[in-house]
T-cell receptor, first 113, second 111 residues
């Protein structure tokens, strides 16, 4: 596609529910990133894939957060047993291998109630 | 703790003026520096990046990097109301692809 596509655009989850957020990167982009952006803050790095390999997951805040990219294209960020502090916009970005300038998707706004 | 600091603003400038946005960083291992613009409710979009000391110009935008003083700045010439947004500074560290962002500076350009 022309840009990074994320779905759903909005998600409301009850505390304790599991959620799955999807990211479809720009075609041909081998690098894929997930960020979390709380209101009024800059994005915070969660994890990075190069193709299907998860090369950096140092930003995942707890073992409730899990990301995968099994075929090196679409990625899913899964949050188990959601908590109120997980409420944020989850941004996915992609880039070519050596290009440091990411293209971000529109994000998924997660609200945990 | 690796940190990127920005004044949250708002920075208010009149239309046509030069807007100057500043960012400091704490880690001398910082490698590349990025400026992103984020409109309210939208995702960040890359304006420009810089990795060598000095100035880099792209249209109305100039990024300035001073590694000795650990700051990077963004100048916007001939500011327009459409430039009103939050400007995010971000850095990468040697060997990592992750970006570390500041909290952003909100810019308001008054018509």
């Amino acid at each position: 596609g022309a840009g990074v596509s994320q779905s759903p655009r909005y998600k409301v989850a009850k505390r304790g529910q599991d959620v799955a957020l999807r990211c479809d990167p720009i075609s041909g982009h081998v690098s894929l990133f997930w960020y979390q952006q709380a209101l009024g803050q800059g994005p915070e790095f969660l994890t990075y894939f190069q193709n299907e390999a998860q090369l950096d997951k140092s930003g995942l805040p707890s073992d409730r957060f899990f990301a995968e990219r099994p075929e090196g294209s679409v990625s899913t960020l899964k949050i188990q047993r959601t908590q109120q502090e997980d409420s944020a916009v989850y941004l996915c970005a992609s880039s070519s291998r050596d290009d440091y300038g990411y293209t971000f998707g529109s994000g998924t706004r997660l609200t945990v109630v | 703790q690796k940190e990127v600091e920005q004044n949250s603003g708002p920075l208010s400038v009149p239309e046509g003026a030069i807007a100057s946005l500043n960012c400091t960083y704490s880690d001398r291992g910082s490698q590349s520096f990025f400026w992103y613009r984020q409109y309210s409710g939208k995702s960040p979009e890359l304006i420009m990046f810089i990795y060598s000391n000095g100035d880099k110009e792209d249209g109305r935008f100039t990024a300035q990097l001073n590694k000795a003083s650990q700051y990077v700045s963004l100048l916007i010439r001939d500011s327009q109301p459409s430039d009103s947004a939050t400007y995010l500074c971000a850095v990468t560290y040697t060997g990592r692809r992750a970006l570390t962002f500041g909290s952003g500076t909100r810019l308001q350009v008054q018509p």
